[in-house]
């Protein structure tokens, strides 16, 4: 599980995109502030398998786009597979909502009663001179196709999302959101 904890080193901690929104500002380009906070959150999940290895992931980010904030969290699973490090997303749990679903929110939930989003397609990450790549591609709908690429280095998240609705992108930046950490 050595490749997972330093995936995982990599992922967790708060990060912002701050000097790629600046620069992107004084080029007068329209682009995100963007946040993202991501906690690991084993200890709020009670029965665990006995031999679980993975590690679960609260992921909270905040997009704002001139006076509108909005958030978009996700619950992750990451497992160590031969191939590489595989990230599965879950439903938010009962009870919670994209706005209050926080780590800082999060009361106890039962592993039993954790769905994996049937929606998403489990997007894989394969370590190469210290930066890990991967992504996947998801038909949320049969008219609607998610693309996800990311590249993790201690130096920076990259992050390119897109939505396609028959093929006509609807959401998405021509450049990754560029997130560093947060000291």
């Not at 929104?21 to 946040?35: D, Q, V």
């Not at 929110?105 to 998403?120: G, P, R």
Request: proline residues 4%; charged residues 25%; hydrophobic residues 35%.
């Amino acid at each position: 599980m050595t490749k997972l904890n330093e995936f995982m080193n990599i992922l967790v901690g708060s990060f912002n995109n701050s000097e790629q929104f600046e620069a992107m500002k004084n080029n007068n380009k329209e682009f995100p502030y963007a946040e993202h906070v991501n906690t690991i959150c084993n200890d709020k999940i009670v029965n665990l398998p006995a031999d679980f290895n993975g590690i679960f992931m609260v992921e909270e980010s905040y997009y704002t786009s001139g006076e509108n904030t909005h958030a978009t969290p996700h619950l992750f699973l990451f497992t160590e597979e031969d191939e590489g490090i595989k990230l599965t997303s879950y439903e938010i749990p009962n009870g919670y909502d994209k706005n209050s679903f926080t780590y800082k929110n999060l009361s106890t939930i039962d592993f039993n009663d954790l769905k994996v989003s049937e929606k998403f397609t489990p997007a894989l990450y394969v370590e190469k001179n210290g930066v890990w790549e991967g992504g996947s591609t998801s038909m949320f709908s049969p008219v609607l196709k998610f693309t996800l690429f990311e590249r993790f280095s201690k130096e920076c998240l990259e992050v390119s999302e897109s939505m396609e609705v028959k093929g006509k992108k609807t959401f998405g930046f021509d450049e990754p959101i560029i997130y560093k950490r947060v000291l």
